[in-house]
């Protein structure tokens, strides 16, 4: 088996026809504006993964996992053999990513959720239910045939060979789980996810849940101070919606608004842990979407959330205003430049799009408009877990 899943797996084939069809949901305002942007490509992608078979953690042998074939294994991606001593354990070189490190697990993961997202995006354009219940076998092989399912839990994430064989960095990979999650709610919506499985399904996220936030991995990232923790309350947020668990909404509420902000963000709307990375543009962008994910998933519960400050008056709108200039033009970047794939970035960041809708700055919008809406360099994709806009601008309550 290749050390790789080619990034090529991700683009499907299939050639069936599309029937527009009425769908019972709605995608709110927002949504309408970037769906006339979108669609036409959403619809080329979906004609082509429509066919695609599931994938799951099973069809990869990672001989260095301490797991078994179920339990999802990545390996830290900064660490390299120790060219002093190449049998023994490897060594850290912050933002160079190891080629040669496993990950295919992760990689089938995020097909996993690009497929989702495609495809559900298609079904809300379209109303056409073939792209809806075309997601559910891959749902089936992911959460409910103990044949190729995945155990919900990292235990083994973000291994580093000859020292540890999982750590709690590791459970960022999860945000790759947050558009399946939301393409479930949606499509529990629409009604189109038998009972039998979507208990199941739901079942899978809520034992997630339990490990994620009693196990000291997931202890350890919750209390991380950076992108990690934004990251943690970010995943877990989202499912916590997806399985109605109200005391982890309130919880995510509570870090975001006390710890999250309070702990990251400066008085000029930058975030210096970030900015203190081998990759500070980079990261800068990944919290920042992350900080803006958790503020729109918030909404659903306190409409005011974009407007919460801090007494010395930050805030999420500066922390967007921060960053917004450095898109539109790179190279007034007065930091650092990112050791690698400071050429990939930026695309088409989720912050513009919900930040636009929370403050109505159409040149934030404008400015999405212009980017990359459908990278294709892994290091990107990796660091872009939402993906497919539609399916977080729908009306589900």
Known sequence: MSSQLPIAILLFSCTSSVQAQKTPLALNTTGKEIQSVLAKQILQKAKLSIQEKPITVTAFYA???????HDFFSEGDYWWPDDSNPQGPYIQKDGQTNPNNFVQHRLAM?????????????????????????????????FVDTA?????????AQAI?????????GIIDMIQMMEVAQSIRVLEKAGLIPSKELSLIKQWFANYLQWVT????GKDERDS??????CWVMQVLSFAQLT????????????????LLPGQLALD??????LKRTKPYGYSLFNLDAMTMIAYLLKQENASIFLYQLSDGRNLRKAIEFMVPYVQNKSTWPFAKDVMFWDQWPIAQPFLIFGYQAFHQSDWLAVWKKLEHFPENQEVIRNLPIRNPLIWLTTLD
């Open 161 to 169: 060979k000859g020292k540890v064989t999982g750590r709690g960095v």
């Open 269 to 274: 709307g930058s975030f210096p842990l970030e």
């Open 63 to 69: 001989e260095r996992s301490a797991g078994n074939q």
């Open 110 to 142: 995020i097909r996993f959720s690009q497929l989702m997202g495609n495809l559900v995006s298609a079904y809300l354009i379209s109303g056409n239910k073939q792209y809806a219940t075309a997601g559910l076998k891959h749902l089936n092989a992911w």
């Open 225 to 230: 101070k950076n992108n990690h923790a934004s």
């Open 148 to 156: 190729t399912r995945m155990n919900p839990s990292l235990l083994y």
């Open 244 to 259: 109605k668990n109200d005391s982890l909404i309130k919880d995510c509420s509570m870090r975001y608004q006390q710890i």
């Open 214 to 217: 009693t196990h000291a991995y």
